[in-house]
């Protein structure tokens, strides 16, 4: 009898072990900057990593618990395989609109849309109010008072409770025009002044992304990491520096998305078909450094970095021979 019911404790300590080990999941979680002006964005990147047989359910963004933010959006949720595993990315905008510290506690995930898997830590963001500037270079102006000889009329107030209704129907008007005004701010205003300052944002980005990408690659070549043995390094800083390049121009998020992911967005860009051909073949090269341990010839690092300069100044060229001629229709529809 006791032999029989030491087998069935480990035969439920071993299927407990076993499930367990059936569906690991880690979580991880970060925001793109610690630090927001009060009204401003930011965007918190969650990935997840579990078996290919779990089924995945990451807790809605608007059941967060949070402190002192808020959510704006929940973008769409990625997800790619690689081995036995399946990568889960979501990107999600929070904002604040209250200064001081905000926080973002831990975001469950679950399994099977009940077992709760993992949490990711716990995250925060400094919040700081707009700066005010004060004139200091004003002199400063005496206080006028009444002229010597000139009476002063005072009047006193009107012993009567019509006073007390019209003081208390004052206060109650000037709270609803603040509250109408609050409302009017966070509805129309700020999402505008918000959607502006990113559009501007990006503008400049786009304006300068191919003098900050040639300017990369030069201290790339400069680190000579790939001729000191540092093949693995060298691949994912030029990736690195392609995927941002590709961001900024033309504002296709490659830092989240996997080779085919990048090119499948390309493609929409009407780009020359040899340099989407070379930036494919690089990326797939790069892949295949970084996760397959792969040892290209002296060659191919060289090559590899001759043709991202190519990519980089012909389609940069591109790009601001479309803007100049777009500003010249605009002003010749204005004339």
Known sequence: MLKNRLLIILSLLLLSWLSGRAQQVS????LDSNHIVIGDQLKLHLSVIADTNSTITIQDAKKWQLINCEVVESLPLNFASKDSKRIYNQDVIITSFDTGTAQILEIPVFVNDTVLAAKSSSLSFRVDSLPVFVDTSAAFKDIVLPMDGKDVEIVKPEKSGKNWLRVILLIVAILALIALAIFLLRKYLL???RKRKLEQMKALLKQNAGTVALNSLK???SKKLWQKGQVKDYYSELSMILRTYLDQQWDVNAKEMVTDEIMEAIDKLDLDDDLTKELYRFFVLSD????AKEQPEVEAHEMSLKNAYNFVRVTDK?????????QAEKSKRRR
């Open 318 to 326: 591109q790009e601001h021979a479309k803007l100049a001629a777009e």
């Open 27 to 30: 979580v991880s979680a970060r």
């Open 191 to 193: 999402p505008y002044w």
């Open 288 to 291: 295949l450094v970084k996760y």
């Open 219 to 221: 201290g790339l070549k």
